[in-house]
């Protein structure tokens, strides 16, 4: 993060005390570090990201860590020899489950981001990444609103496609495309009518049909 430690935490009397602007009552206040953080411009690791605050910053910091690789899939398990049954997809078992294979190029997902495009009014696009997606959106067209309500579009994606895959792995529910893409509909929607505070802007029909005509 683009925060200097030297703002959030000072050492004196020779590195033996400590003080901070994040304290209260000689306590660390996390409250106060968020809130910090609310207000920063989040370059998260490799290249640029973008913290919207239309999403959840649960979802956004799911998709910093999907961009950069460190989602504890199967495969990052059997790196750090914790057993699992098989470091396999359990969507297509063909291929060795990483996050860009789950969240970007199974056919099961490729199918659900067809769709999404679809929805968008965006011509059919392959992903082999979670970088090239986000790339994609970060850079789609010149309307800056349409731009940033596509990348909303895409972390809601991301995120309800991890959903989809814990539940059938921890729940034995197998999601189709279909009801994955319902359920984007469903969260983006929300996300943006009160997160964003869009209220009446935000009409659930006209999303359906438009998504960034509506801004
Ligand atoms: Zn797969």
């Known amino acids: 993060m683009n925060i200097e430690v030297n703002e959030i935490l000072n050492t004196y009397d020779g590195g033996l005390t400590w003080r901070s602007d ?6 660390f206040c996390v409250a106060r570090l968020r809130n910090r953080l609310d207000k920063a411009h989040h370059p998260v690791g490799d290249g640029e990201f973008w913290w919207l605050n239309s999403v959840p910053k ?70 082999s990444g979670v970088n090239e997606v986000l790339a994609f959106a970060r850079n789609w067209g010149h309307c800056p609103k349409k731009k940033e309500t596509l990348t909303c579009i895409i972390y809601g994606t991301i995120w309800s496609l991890w959903k989809a895959r814990n539940d059938r792995i921890f729940r034995g529910e197998i999601l189709k495309p279909a009801k ?35 801004t």
């Open 22 to 27: 994040y304290a209260v009552d000689g306590k």
């Open 180 to 214: 994955i893409m319902d359920f984007i509909k469903g969260t983006v929607f929300t996300w943006r009518k009160y997160r964003a505070k869009k209220g009446d802007t935000m009409d659930w029909d006209k999303w359906c049909v438009s998504p960034l005509t509506c």
């Open 58 to 127: 649960k979802v956004t910091s799911f998709v910093g860590r999907a961009k950069q690789g460190r989602i504890s899939f199967a495969e990052a398990l059997e790196r750090r020899n914790i057993l699992v049954t098989s470091p396999m997809c359990g969507l297509c078992a063909d291929q060795i489950e990483s996050t860009d294979h789950i969240l970007t190029s199974c056919s099961m997902v490729k199918e659900t981001l067809c769709m999404v495009l679809n929805w968008c009014g965006i011509p059919l696009e392959y992903f």
